[in-house]
């Protein structure tokens, strides 16, 4: 029998409310008794909010590592020995020099994938931790399922600007008069994006959907 | 196509069991439980009410991901020593291989940075294209899969999102814009591998069915289920080649 779009808002049974657990892993279905998936060998773990506390480490760890990521220049440039001149250039300046040369549509690439993606990111895996679990109509629920998998989707994007960072040092070792150097945000920007996937990594989007009524509400 | 089905409205109840589970899927999406349904290839089962991919089985899947894999895995290692870039700039020409740039970076301080990206670049590709051939190949033989197959293919999973050739590809292509002034930099093939396996892994990507693989290492003798002594129960979704049952 396929699902006609009316029963979207109908009651379904999940494995947690049949007594039972499911491995997020494989899709097996457990008694709650037991610990491990037998067929996969993966951690079963109940859908409740006490796993939210590991999304909020990640994501606590990912925005302080963010601060020095700003703060600090991603990459030292020295120009025919220091003769045209040093610069030292955050994520901000860095955009805002690409500007000034015209390349705007690179400019625009590395504004979304070093300022907004990460900081869209920290906003979108905070509203869902809070949220989680929390009693929510069947629309809200997908909405809050579409952010997940757009976050889940989007965050490894965001090293993008670390992948530049390590071409342009690599060139100097290919004979590049100029010399460019690894700044320290460098470390702390991919170490930023790597907390926060790890972040969305443990969010259980199977808590989007424990806050549904039992019965559903004619809306 | 939805295949799913409620547990309310079924009309065979012998099949599944609500005590111990046997016979039904959860959504790792949203937990809904589903029965476990046979599928023929080409056709997808998705989860009844958040629509996340259940199953899709796809004919000659096993085979096109071992090939793909490989394909990967040679694609990788040419990457490595085969030149990444050539600058020149008056007169000085050089090429070098990202096996050349992480020997000139082993003695910096920033060797971590570099261990890590050339681990999400290349290390993480190659370990997860090996796995999965370890996991498949036994499979496609009909043969019994290797012992460690399910804790293989459960980390060749878990480490999808942390390769990142497709991202290091327009991160050298903004790299490249930055530098145009100052140098002419000249693409090397390895640059050009890099863009091959992006297309390798949307490839691969579209044969993946974690649960025709998960059920493939349980039908072809896995020890895994206890609480299924003589073979999976029969309606559990067939992989598209079945193997022997012990
Ligand atoms: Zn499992």
Redesign the pocket.
């Known amino acids: 029998m396929s699902a006609l779009p009316e029963d979207r808002a109908a009651p379904v049974l999940t494995a947690h409310r049949a007594g039972l657990i499911g ?6 279905v ?1 008694p709650v008794t037991e610990s ?7 951690q ?1 773990v109940p859908p409740d909010r006490r796993g939210l506390q590991a999304v909020w480490a990640w994501l606590i760890a990912g925005m302080i590592a963010y601060i020095p990521a700003n703060l600090f220049p991603m990459m030292r440039t020295q120009t025919f020995a220091g003769l045209a001149g040093n610069s030292e250039a955050t994520i901000v300046g860095g955009i805002i020099e690409l500007m000034h040369y015209g390349s705007y549509d690179i400019a625009i690439i590395v504004f979304v994938a070093s300022l907004v993606v990460p900081i869209g990111k920290f906003i979108a895996i905070a509203w869902l931790a809070i949220v989680a679990g929390r009693p929510a109509t069947v629309e809200q629920a997908h909405t809050r399922l579409k952010v997940y998998e757009v976050v889940e989707f989007i965050g490894r994007w965001s090293m993008i600007d670390v992948f530049v960072v390590a071409i342009l040092s690599a060139l100097v070792q290919l004979g590049f008069v100029a010399s460019i150097h690894p700044g320290p945000a460098a470390v702390c920007f991919a170490l930023s994006v790597a907390f926060t996937m790890l972040s969305a990594q443990s969010f259980d989007a199977r808590l989007i959907w424990r806050g549904l009524p039992l019965r559903s509400r004619s809306t | 196509m939805r295949r799913g089905v409620y547990l309310q409205m079924m009309e065979h109840p012998p099949r599944y069991d609500l005590a111990t589970g046997r016979g039904l899927v959860a959504c790792p999406r949203c937990d809904a439980l589903h029965l476990e349904e046979d599928l023929s290839p080409g056709e997808t089962a998705r989860c009844i009410r958040c629509g996340n991919v259940l199953a899709k089985p796809r004919a000659g899947a096993f085979a096109q991901l071992i090939a793909l894999s490989f394909t990967s895995m040679v694609l990788l290692i040419g990457a490595i020593f085969f030149p990444f870039l050539e600058v020149s700039t008056f007169g000085f020409g050089n090429a070098s291989s990202l096996f050349d740039v992480a020997l000139a970076f082993s003695s910096g301080v920033l060797l971590p940075l570099v261990l890590a990206v050339l681990a999400m670049i290349i290390g993480l590709p190659i370990l997860r294209s090996f796995l999965l051939l370890y996991t498949l190949v036994p499979l496609a033989q009909e043969r019994p899969p290797y012992r460690y197959a ?1 804790t293989a293919f ?1 980390w060749a999973e878990m480490l999808r999102p942390w390769s990142m050739a497709e991202i290091f590809v327009i991160g050298t292509a903004v790299a490249l814009v930055k530098v145009a002034g100052l140098a002419s930099v000249h693409l090397g093939p390895a640059f050009w591998a890099f863009c091959a396996l992006i297309f390798v892994n949307l490839a691969s990507r579209a044969f993946m069915c974690q649960t025709s693989i ?1 059920d493939a290492i349980e039908d072809a003798g896995l020890a895994t289920d206890d609480r299924a002594p003589t073979g999976p129960p029969a309606e559990a979704i067939p992989a598209p080649a079945p193997g022997p049952r012990s």
């Open positions: 491995c997020s892993s494989c899709g097996r457990w491990h998936c037998h067929r996969c060998g993966a079963l | 399910a459960r998960w």
